[in-house]
């Protein structure tokens, strides 16, 4: 017995050294709207500022070019818990359910000894499995008096009063204050802001009422020289916009660049006022653990489930292999690991959170041959070494062609530290009557150095065949290591 106690209390002070982990993840949050990201047309002058996740970047490691493997909410979140690309773990579309079969970073953390919670947006259509205590909203959830969906009611749920990433971050917060403080946890934060419709808190409702927010370069882009599929698109600012994402009215007789113009404003000021909620509640997380002495031994991480168009070529949405759609934040904090203040500009995708988590926290699951990653652990990166076989670029995967509402064409590409190279493939576009027209097979090339706003796609340029040439093997070489073929 005395044996039995030692080896018992030996496993509990080995579980207690082992690094908790509150990741913290928005939706649809732009980096050009995160003020620890630089100069952008919305944090010049202080339109943007996001002073808690800054916090985050200055205690940690910031990573600059970061990219969603299928810019999209279900695929992006089930590539983050599988650390998998679409065409593996089976989640393509908004559509399709995460296999309630399937292991993901929650059950490894789980079998490990940690408690696991998460709360606030799911969004894979079935409910949460592997942790053990969930609140997650129905369905998309809603800004105001949201309706939480438990172990105890997965159907049917509950609602509550308030706005609900401060209602989440409530949760979250009061889980932290009962959980056991003898074994490590893994807390997942999950807000519903910044997504559409963009619902502010009435805090921050009128903020900028007589303001003029600026305004991108590209906001009037006319997509000339571009591929026909992004001409054909049904994500324009103003001319594709509803009521319900205005909030009143579009104006009788404006059109063309100034109702663009005019609905930028109403939705970027929207936009930032959603988002501010999603700082302060980051900030509540930091003094919580600042508070209750956990800094040291808490990895802090903040992310996006992809980007987001802040007004960049005229659109809003995401989708499109396109910077502003597939560059999402991330910041990481962890203690004796990072560096203050350090950043990484090698290429990461979202495929690399579960792998990266797992290494930082000692976790060791046993896994299948199906749930073999595809991402790479960041852990090198985070100690500012980067390995001699680290990617030279990021793989893209976008599957939603028959979405009613966006009707982006599928298609798939890879971002080196240089250019980019898409390929659209050739399919009916979307579902509505006026776009079921075959359309042939496309492509975009982008010089990201002397072109960074994607505005004149060369791939039939002269001057670029050899470049061509070089991305579309390397192309071809991603998709096969990625075991991509359709």
Not at 277 to 289: A, F, I, N, P, Y
Request: overall charge neutral.
């Amino acid at each position: 017995m005395a044996f039995r106690t030692l080896l018992c209390l030996f496993s509990a002070a080995c579980l207690a050294k082992q690094p908790n982990v509150i990741f913290m993840l928005s939706d649809d949050h732009s980096p050009a709207s995160i003020s620890a990201y630089g100069p952008s047309h919305l944090t010049t002058g202080g339109f943007a500022s996001t002073p808690n996740i800054d916090r985050i970047a200055k205690t940690g490691m910031i990573f600059q070019n970061c990219y969603a493997a299928n810019s999209i909410c279900t695929p992006s979140r089930a590539a983050i818990l599988t650390g998998q690309h679409s065409h593996h773990n089976g989640v393509y579309t908004l559509q399709d359910p995460l296999d309630p079969q399937r292991r993901h970073i929650a059950h490894w953390f789980t079998e490990a000894g940690y408690q696991t919670a998460i709360y606030g947006k799911w969004h894979l259509e079935t409910s949460p499995q592997g942790f053990q205590t969930w609140e997650v909203f129905r369905n998309q959830g809603e800004y105001r008096n949201p309706t939480y969906l438990t172990l105890d009611a997965p159907k049917k749920g509950h609602t509550e009063k308030g706005y609900a990433d401060e209602v989440s971050t409530d949760k979250a917060l009061g889980w932290l204050q009962k959980r056991d403080p003898n074994k490590p946890f893994l807390l997942c934060l999950h807000f519903k802001a910044p997504h559409r419709n963009w619902v502010p808190a009435e805090r921050y409702a009128r903020r900028f009422e007589g303001v003029t927010i600026p305004e991108p370069k590209t906001l009037l882009d006319d997509w000339e020289n571009r591929s026909n599929a992004i001409t054909r698109n049904h994500q324009t600012i103003g001319r594709d916009m509803t009521v319900n994402d205005l909030k009143t009215p579009k104006p009788e007789g404006l059109q063309g660049d100034a109702l663009r113009q005019w609905a930028y404003q109403r939705y970027i000021k929207d936009y930032l006022n959603t988002a501010q909620v999603v700082d302060d509640s980051v900030g509540r997380v930091l003094d919580w653990l600042k508070a209750n002495g956990l800094e040291e031994n808490t990895i802090v991480i903040y992310s996006s489930d992809q980007g987001f168009f802040t007004g960049e070529h005229g659109f809003f949405d995401k989708r499109w292999m396109y910077e502003p759609s597939t560059r999402m934040p991330l910041v990481v904090r962890a203690p004796g690991v990072t560096q203050a203040g350090s950043e990484s500009r090698a290429l990461a995708s979202n495929i690399d959170f579960a792998p990266t988590l797992l290494e930082l926290t000692g976790v060791r699951p046993n896994l299948s041959a199906s749930e073999k990653f595809d991402g790479a652990s960041l852990v090198p990166l985070l100690r500012r070494e980067i390995p001699n076989d680290w990617r030279t670029a990021v793989y893209y995967r976008y599957w939603e062609h028959n979405s009613n509402e966006h009707p982006v064409p599928n298609h798939f590409g890879i971002r080196t530290a240089t250019h980019k190279l898409i390929c659209y493939q050739g399919q009916p576009h979307g579902m509505r009557a006026a776009s079921k027209i075959a359309t042939p097979e496309e492509w975009e090339l982008f010089d990201l150095v002397k072109d960074p706003n994607e505005m004149v796609n060369v791939y039939n340029d002269s001057a670029y065949v050899d470049v061509r040439k070089t991305l579309t093997a390397q192309l071809k070489a991603e998709r096969e290591r990625n075991g991509d073929t359709r």
